[in-house]
């Protein structure tokens, strides 16, 4: 009993503590999560924080790798929600929603890195993770409107030029990136050609690099959806 109940409070503890570290990262940002900010937050002392967290970057961690699982989930949920052909809109979409509900923590794992903090294995075996899911709804870019005919020659993948080409050949044997089997060069091509245009949209319209342009940012989006879709 004694044991349960202490292992309770260490996990509240720890839970209360990464909210505030997020509420840090809100209004300062990573240069700005400290453990001994967190623990006058909490009313207790630094030195009785660290037996919850070792340290800064143990906190930091915790706060990443919950980050990438939530992400995961939610991709993972709106691709396993959508027909085949709806897949790559689906993902697309929910990673925009998601980062715009919670910038401070996109940011966190896409934004700036934190100086001198290194990622553990466990953060980039999740993140492999969220890769393959991507990869999953990659593989119906260009074919979306196929069902119906529409698109650029029916739906499909235009050939690739000569670039591209280049760019498949140097993926090739890169390592799978993600669970499961490797994807060939011209599948990781699109997918990370794919991933690095919808992030540019995102990323810049998180940080409000649109604002005062007098457009809205998702009907960038949607078009930049759509020509991935068409194979542009």
């Known amino acids: 009993m004694a044991t349960a109940r202490r292992e309770r409070y260490r996990k509240q503890t720890r839970e209360e503590a990464k909210a505030v570290a997020l509420a840090q990262l809100s209004e300062s940002g990573t240069a700005g999560i400290s453990v001994n900010a967190i623990a006058k937050a909490m009313g207790m002392t630094g030195p009785a924080l660290y037996r919850y967290f070792a340290s800064r970057d ?35 979409r929910a990673l925009r929603d998601w980062a715009k509900r919670q910038p401070d923590r996109y940011l966190l794992i896409y934004g700036t890195p934190v100086p001198g903090y290194h990622a553990p294995p466990e953060t980039t075996e999740i993140a492999a993770g969220l890769m393959r899911t991507i990869f999953d ?56 050609r794919t991933w690095t245009r919808l992030h540019g949209v995102i990323s810049l319209d998180v940080q409000g690099q649109f604002t005062g342009m007098g457009f809205d940012p998702s009907v960038l989006f949607e078009a930049e959806i759509d020509a991935l879709v068409r194979g542009g």
């Open 137 to 192: 709804a990659c593989a119906t870019v260009g074919e979306a409107d196929e069902a119906d005919g529409g698109g650029v020659d029916g739906g499909r993948q235009q050939p690739l030029t000569e670039l591209e080409a280049e760019l498949a050949r140097h993926l090739e044997g890169t390592g799978p990136w993600g669970p499961g089997e490797e994807p060939g060069g011209e599948m990781k091509g699109r997918a990370l």
């Open 58 to 92: 143990e906190l930091l961690t915790e706060l990443i790798t919950d980050t990438y699982r939530d992400l995961a989930e939610t991709l993972a949920r709106a691709v396993a929600d959508a027909a085949p052909a709806d897949r790559f809109r689906a993902l697309a």
